[in-house]
């Protein structure tokens, strides 16, 4: 029998709802959609779940970036608990995720009618257009290759391609994203054509803080997470 998933909208901070959900239905995993805003790594704060033997898997959010700790305690933590831009198996069930919001500043797929950018299409290339950034002293907190934590909260064309090739090879079941798709007033059509290029056929976001279920032209179903909301997985 399998096990069951448990996803959690934007836990910022509150952390006690997701935790009583897991002590009850003893899930094989969780998704975690960001905004996790972490005083604490992320293994301490979910200490119980380690414990359990419940895996923790996650996407960053664009909070998640705001401050070097929260990072830090997140990503610096657990890095192998990161989805982005790979697909996971999870009781059958193969899991991908993508990171982050889309901006004006990088690339913005808000419909087919209104498709801004993309103006860089990887952090490195955004990396070598900033070249005074790299000169400057203090720019804020690098990760290993130089390049700002606040680039990890924002989706590169990139991203995409990561996602596409899992597409190519094996499909994933579920997208878990941050941001949310057109199924959302605020959602980006992005998403859809990322849910698309891995062959996805449920996205699970948070962002918005707005609990609703919700389907795309193409069949895709969509579930959306409140703030701090955990809900056991339905495919």
Not at 106 to 129: A, D, I, M, N, T
Not at 191 to 220: D, R, T
């Amino acid at each position: 029998m399998r096990r069951p998933i448990v996803a959690v909208g934007d836990p910022h901070g509150d952390w006690q709802p997701l935790l009583e959900v897991c002590q009850r239905v003893r899930p094989a995993a969780v998704l975690i959609v960001g905004d996790c805003d972490l005083s604490r790594p992320l293994r301490e704060t979910l200490a119980p779940l380690w414990e359990a033997g419940i895996r923790v898997r996650y996407v960053v959010g664009n909070h998640d970036v705001d401050s070097p700790a929260w990072f830090a305690n997140l990503v610096e933590d657990h890095p192998t608990g990161n989805l982005h831009g790979r697909a996971e198996e999870i009781e059958g069930v193969s899991v991908a995720g993508l990171s982050g919001i889309y901006s004006p500043m990088v690339w913005f797929p808000k419909s087919s009618q209104e498709h801004l950018g993309p103006f860089f299409w990887s952090r490195e290339e955004w990396l070598r257009k900033h070249p005074h950034l790299q000169r400057q002293r203090v720019v804020g907190a690098r990760d290993g290759r130089g390049l700002p934590i606040k680039y990890h909260g924002l989706i590169f064309p990139e991203d995409h391609d990561l996602l596409a090739e899992i597409g190519r090879v094996e499909r994933a079941d579920i997208l878990l994203t941050h941001e949310a798709p057109p199924t959302h007033r605020y959602g980006l059509l992005g998403i859809q054509q990322a849910a698309e290029a891995c062959g996805a056929k449920l996205i699970i976001h948070g962002h918005h803080h707005q609990s609703y279920e919700g389907v795309l032209p193409n069949g895709c179903k969509v579930r959306g997470l409140a703030r701090g909301e955990p809900w056991v997985v339905q495919l």
